[in-house]
């Protein structure tokens, strides 16, 4: 089994926001997993970002053509990497997916869309050159929002990982519903100061298990134990 994890809008570096979870994973069950590289989020040869959806969808699908068919995957997806992971459609190497504080977007839902139903929306500027990011956040203010249960070196080092990301990563409507008749665990996460509760938990609805952990947004860094733990009975 391998795991594959697909980060979040406005962020780079997935690697560096999964570790905690992956070197825990690797350490009581032997299993390695890695992030996707996410074009839109300048994770390109370029460093600068590149294409939208569309592509992000295709680089998860490159990753998970590279998958030994016979151990299969299991694909982890972190708020708008629920997004992604719809739009990469059905892929025969996937066993199971785990949405955390994500979204389960029905065909013709795009990024923008969802987001609009917030009750009080993370403020997004448009750089006015096909990009979009946070605005208004410092180190402080971003950490008290994102990572409001992490120490202050780790919403430090989380800020310095903020990035611009392509705008058509948000307007472009899914046209698939990768989510659909796939075994997948939603983790909302009850304390999280980004993504609502109530958001968090209609997406949930629509997946075929969910729990709910007291944590912030970021769980596989701030809670990787209780990462691990939902990890580990999918793998039983």
Known sequence: ?????????????????????????LETTGIRSRAIALPSCGETASGSPEGGLVEDAAALRRALDAVDPDAGAIVVGH?????????????????????????????????????????????????????????????????????QDADTATQQ????????????????????AGWQDVDSTAIVCGDDRSTSVALQREHAARATRSVE???????FITRPDLVVEQLTGLLG
């Open 79 to 147: 708020s708008y990497g629920g997004t992604v992971i719809a739009e990469a459609g059905h892929h025969p190497a996937v066993r199971h997916l785990v949405l955390v504080s994500s979204y389960l977007p029905a065909v013709g839902q795009a990024q923008a869309a969802i987001m609009s139903g917030e009750s009080d929306p993370v403020t997004i500027a448009d750089h006015g050159d096909g990009t979009l990011g946070v605005s208004g956040y410092d180190a402080d203010s971003f950490g008290a929002r994102f990572l």
């Open 213 to 219: 952990l007291p944590t912030g947004h970021h769980p």
């Open 157 to 176: 080092a989380a800020w310095e990982r903020v990035t611009a990301q392509s705008a058509a990563a948000f307007v472009t409507p899914t046209t698939e």
């Open 1 to 25: 089994m391998e795991l594959l994890f697909v980060h979040g809008a406005l962020v780079r570096d997935g690697a560096w926001w999964w570790q905690p979870t992956a070197d825990l994973l």
